[in-house]
């Protein structure tokens, strides 16, 4: 598909400039998970980087957050998704980029 959706990792080094048509979808923002790991479920336990992300998906797709999975395909389309989590470890930002490239329109 043309024009995908791809996760970049914000980096802090001197210099590192995010690409062109990147969109920040971490906290604070619209986009940003409220879901925080290690914050602590009713369990006593810390919520794990994927207990984190399914929460997310959970709400985003049960109209729960004040972010819908039409924005994502509307607004993120084709543009890259970066927040801090280092690509190829759990995000919500792959919920958003998954659901960006969805074929729905």
């Known amino acids: 598909m043309k024009n995908m959706t791809t996760r970049i990792q914000?980096?802090?080094?001197?210099?590192?400039?995010?690409?062109?048509n990147t969109v920040w979808v971490g906290r604070p923002g619209k986009w940003g998970n409220p879901f925080k790991v290690g914050s602590i479920k009713p369990d006593g336990t810390p919520m794990t980087a994927q207990e984190?992300?399914?929460?997310?998906?959970?709400?985003f797709y049960s109209g729960?957050?004040?972010?819908?999975?039409?924005?994502?395909?509307?607004?993120?389309?084709?543009?890259?998704?970066?927040?801090?989590?280092?690509?190829?470890?759990?995000?919500?930002?792959?919920?958003?980029?998954?659901?960006?490239n969805a074929t729905k329109v």
Do not use: I, Q
């Open 10 to 20: 914000r980096k802090r080094t001197k210099g590192w400039r995010a690409p062109a």
């Open 52 to 59: 984190a992300v399914a929460a997310y998906a959970l709400a």
């Open 64 to 100: 729960e957050l004040a972010v819908t999975p039409e924005m994502a395909r509307k607004e993120l389309r084709g543009k890259n998704v970066m927040c801090f989590c280092p690509v190829g470890s759990p995000c919500h930002a792959d919920v958003l980029g998954m659901e960006a």
